[in-house]
């Protein structure tokens, strides 16, 4: 597989413990990914990266927390206060995931082979 080879390039792994800086859900999400990730080229070159999605996946996270709550109590302003960091947090996700591999498109990308264009002679063409 691509991913295979690119990831035997001699870089430092990715950590596997997440950076104490995060919180706890960005925590979490650090853990189910490094868990997550098998054979896809991770490095620690990586890591600012991998700490950013996880970074924008607890504000997402802790945003729609807020938003349920606001909802509960029957404040609508105070709900749709929250749906521009919501609607950030999800651009920022969705870029950084396609960035590290961690969507369906962004893996296929990385796996696929090259096309080598195959030379044909004449007599390939006209038999």
């Given at each position: 597989m691509q991913a295979e080879i690119?990831?035997?390039?001699?870089?430092?792994?990715l950590q596997k413990t997440p950076p104490r800086h995060?919180?706890?859900?960005?925590?979490?999400?650090?853990?189910?990914?490094i868990n997550s990730i098998g054979d896809l080229p991770m490095?620690?070159?990586?890591?600012?990266?991998?700490?950013?999605?996880?970074?924008?996946?607890?504000?997402?996270?802790?945003?729609s927390i807020k938003m349920k709550q606001a909802l509960a109590?029957?404040?609508?302003?105070e709900y749709?206060?929250?749906i521009?960091?919501?609607?950030k947090a999800?651009?920022?996700?969705?870029?950084?995931a396609s960035d590290l591999g961690l969507n369906v498109n962004s893996r296929m990308g990385m796996n696929m082979p090259k096309n080598e264009e195959k030379k044909s002679s004449l007599a390939d063409?006209?038999?």
């Open positions: 690119l990831s035997s390039d001699g870089l430092p792994a995060l919180d706890p859900i960005a925590s979490q999400e650090y853990k189910r990914i490095r620690n070159l990586d890591r600012s990266e991998l700490e950013n999605y996880c970074t924008w996946y607890s504000v997402y996270k802790n945003t109590n029957g404040d609508e302003d749709y206060s929250y521009g960091i919501l609607n999800t651009a920022a996700i969705k870029g950084l063409i006209f038999g």
